[in-house]
């Protein structure tokens, strides 16, 4: 298994996070373009945990129609770095890649002064958040932007009533992922509490103009079958990660969801559909 410090090896779930790269991709785009706007010509963005590559495409996309820049992409994993590079192959923008870990303290020694540094869904996965917060703002150059995205609202994907089981299942997954991510924290070699929010950790950083905005992803039923792919995509997913903390009946209704050749897989389903809402971080250097 690749390096990482919580436990899950990435590489097995490449292929998923591609489809959920294609789903998210207009709103991956909307955000790019959001935040490179302000931009200088010529501009550094550094991806921090690029997984899959869909930010990196969205970026490069967006570089790309301002003139060019340089995209950098940052990984632990060898497998996702090449995967976040396939993706982000677009004319005018030079890609580099630099496999690093963003725990380590020789990170910004790794990669150039950014004016964008973005990072989503990464320092959580830091055993320090305190200290990936503010390794992160020693990469962003004087008036460049640090953006984090944590948090925001859990995804929804199911009906209440699924007709099999207890209703109410997707609450109970998610009330169970909690006790995972908890029980995933607390396992992590060195891990320290933060103890505060996103902005705070942000400031402390010596980071000014902290501020944060929202996006949604929101595919309403009935869905197309990709939609219905990830939904069942992502069902899985819980099933891995939640299984020990969910009752034998819900993992009972959550196998008969999950049973391809079953008459009640969930990738059948016209009423199922995706809904959350991302929460982007940002402080200027």
Same mark, same amino acid.
């Given at each position: 298994?690749?390096?990482?410090?919580?436990?899950?090896?990435?590489?097995?779930?490449?292929?998923?996070?591609?489809?959920?790269?294609?789903?998210?991709?207009?709103?991956?785009?909307?955000?790019?373009?959001? *935040?490179?706007?302000?931009?200088?010509?010529?501009?550094?963005?550094?991806?921090?945990?690029?997984?899959?590559?869909?930010?990196? #495409?969205?970026? #490069?996309?967006?570089?790309?129609?301002?003139?060019?820049?340089?995209?950098?992409?940052?990984? #632990?994993?060898?497998? *996702?770095?090449?995967?976040?590079?396939?993706?982000?192959?677009?004319?005018?923008?030079?890609?580099?890649?630099?496999?690093?870990?963003?725990?380590?303290?020789?990170?910004?020694?790794?990669?150039?002064?950014?004016?964008?540094?973005?990072?989503?869904?990464?320092?959580?996965?830091?055993?320090?958040?305190?200290?990936?917060?503010?390794?992160?703002?020693?990469?962003?150059?004087?008036?460049?932007? *640090?953006?984090?995205?944590?948090?925001?609202?859990?995804?929804?994907?199911?009906?209440?009533?699924?007709?099999?089981?207890?209703?109410?299942?997707?609450?109970?997954?998610?009330? #169970?992922?909690?006790?995972?991510?908890?029980?995933?924290?607390?396992?992590?070699?060195?891990?320290?509490?933060?103890?505060?929010?996103?902005?705070?950790?942000?400031?402390?950083?010596?980071?000014?103009?902290?501020?944060?905005?929202?996006?949604?992803?929101?595919?309403?039923?009935?869905?197309?079958?990709?939609?219905?792919?990830?939904?069942?995509?992502?069902?899985?997913?819980?099933?891995?990660?939640?299984?020990?903390? *969910?009752?034998?009946?819900?993992?009972?209704?959550?196998?008969?969801?999950?049973?391809?050749?079953?008459?009640?897989?969930?990738?059948?389903?016209?009423?199922?559909?995706?809904?959350?809402?991302?929460?982007?971080?940002?402080?200027?250097?």
């Amino acid at each position: 298994m690749a390096h990482t410090h919580d436990g899950l090896d990435w590489t097995e779930r490449i292929a998923e996070m591609r489809r959920t790269d294609a789903l998210e991709a207009e709103v991956n785009g909307w955000v790019a373009e959001k *935040l490179v706007a302000g931009l200088p010509d010529g501009a550094v963005v550094v991806d921090v945990g690029s997984g899959s590559g869909g930010m990196a #495409a969205a970026f #490069a996309s967006a570089l790309a129609a301002r003139g060019g820049g340089r995209l950098v992409l940052v990984d #632990a994993t060898r497998e *996702l770095l090449h995967a976040a590079a396939e993706a982000a192959r677009t004319g005018g923008v030079e890609v580099e890649l630099v496999e690093f870990d963003a725990a380590d303290d020789g990170l910004a020694d790794a990669v150039p002064a950014a004016d964008l540094v973005w990072a989503s869904r990464v320092v959580h996965h830091l055993p320090d958040e305190r200290a990936g917060v503010a390794r992160l703002a020693g990469l962003v150059r004087p008036g460049g932007t *640090l953006a984090l995205v944590e948090g925001g609202l859990s995804k929804r994907c199911l009906p209440w009533d699924l007709g099999i089981g207890r209703p109410g299942l997707e609450d109970r997954l998610h009330a #169970a992922r909690a006790e995972w991510f908890t029980r995933m924290r607390q396992g992590m070699a060195g891990v320290v509490r933060a103890g505060v929010g996103w902005n705070r950790l942000l400031a402390d950083a010596g980071l000014t103009d902290v501020r944060a905005f929202s996006y949604l992803v929101d595919l309403p039923a009935p869905g197309a079958e990709p939609v219905r792919r990830f939904v069942a995509d992502w069902l899985a997913w819980f099933a891995g990660v939640t299984g020990e903390f *969910l009752s034998a009946d819900d993992r009972e209704t959550v196998a008969a969801l999950l049973d391809e050749d079953g008459d009640h897989w969930v990738g059948h389903r016209d009423d199922v559909f995706v809904l959350a809402a991302s929460t982007a971080h940002l402080g200027t250097r």
